[in-house]
């Protein structure tokens, strides 16, 4: 388990709370046609929140798990 002292900052759409993800395993990855998707899950409800790979700190992308090409369900 990697801790970071900065991580990423997102508010969920749906229950509206604002959370972080510290870790890199908080940060999860689709990697589907040459194009790789990042999201966190909101930890109250469960919905996952979309993250921009710019938003991400270059100190915790290597530590991401990508997985495999699958169906992706997310909010904006």
């Known amino acids: 388990m990697y801790i970071f002292t900065d991580g990423i900052d997102f508010d969920c759409p749906v229950c509206k709370i604002e959370a ?4 890199a395993s908080d940060v999860h990855a689709v990697k589907c046609n040459q194009s790789t998707e990042y999201y966190v899950i909101c930890p109250n409800c469960g919905t996952k929140v ?26 904006d």
Request: aromatic content about 6%; some cysteine.
């Open 20 to 23: 972080s993800a510290d870790r």
């Open 50 to 75: 979309k993250i921009k790979p710019e938003a991400i700190p270059a100190h915790i992308k290597p530590y991401i798990k990508v997985e495999g090409c699958g169906i992706m369900t997310y909010h």
